[in-house]
């Protein structure tokens, strides 16, 4: 148990929707990542949050976007879903100390199923 | 970050040593070698890292080449729970001081199998 904790555990849901997917962080940490781990493309970071702010992008479609809030949980949130947003969503946390010795810990995920 | 090549899969029988490989002939001198594996329906889990210097953990060992363009994960003796995607990423030191640093790049990785 790495301490990150994801929700819901699995979401099916149509196309065109909206869903939202939510992180709690290990206690203490301050950074929040995203990352999407689909077949064809292989795990791909999203977006970082830092006590708050938006501290780096990835390959974050438009279409989706996130925030931390004051108590660090952080959410996910993905928009007019296409099939090809099917995915596994990972969210991972670290304390933001030095980078390079900087561990990442990755929650269980939420797997996402667009119909 | 600088590029990692890792061979796609390997196999190895349960209680002897694995060695994994990775490549990274365009490694900076402020690149840090981290692995991550990926076990199977779960999210990546951390390993080591390194800079320079060999690194033991209670999970395994990290061989760093002299001129550090290859290094190698050692998992001293493995058990079927071992059989996972490892990850070899290069981290440089010089990112997001102060605030953490951006994400991980992910390549392929290397399917590890153990057999019984």
Redesign the interface.
């Known amino acids: 148990d790495s301490g990150v904790t994801q929700t819901p555990k699995h979401l099916i849901t149509a196309t065109g929707q909206r869903v939202t997917l939510r992180c709690s962080p290990r206690s203490g940490d301050l950074s929040v990542y995203w990352y999407q781990q689909s077949l064809d493309q292989g795990l791909q970071f999203l977006i970082q949050y830092y006590n708050g702010e938006e501290r780096a992008k990835g390959n974050i479609l438009e279409r989706f976007s996130a925030q931390q809030f004051p108590d660090l949980h952080s959410e996910l949130n993905l928009s007019s879903l296409e099939l090809g947003d099917s995915a596994l969503y990972f969210c991972a946390s670290s304390v933001a100390g030095a980078p390079s010795r900087e561990t990442q810990y990755f929650g269980p995920g939420t797997r996402l199923l667009v119909l | 970050d600088a590029k990692t090549t890792q061979p796609n899969s390997m196999e190895s029988n349960e209680e002897e040593p694995v060695h994994l490989p990775c490549n990274h002939s365009t490694i900076s001198g402020t690149d840090?070698i981290h692995w991550?594996r990926?076990l199977p329906s779960?999210?990546?889990?951390?390993v080591i890292?390194g800079?320079t210097s060999n690194v033991n953990n209670r999970m395994a060992s990290l061989a760093i080449a002299e001129d550090r363009k290859s290094s190698t994960l050692i998992l001293h003796r493995a058990t079927l729970r071992d059989a996972a995607v490892y990850?070899c990423i290069l981290?440089?030191?010089?990112?997001?001081?102060?605030?953490?640093?951006?994400?991980?790049?992910?390549?392929?990785g290397t399917h590890l199998i153990i057999q019984p």
């Open positions: 840090y991550y990926q779960q999210g990546p889990e951390y890292h800079l990850y981290r440089d030191v010089r990112r997001g001081s102060g605030g953490g640093a951006d994400g991980l790049t992910f390549g392929k």
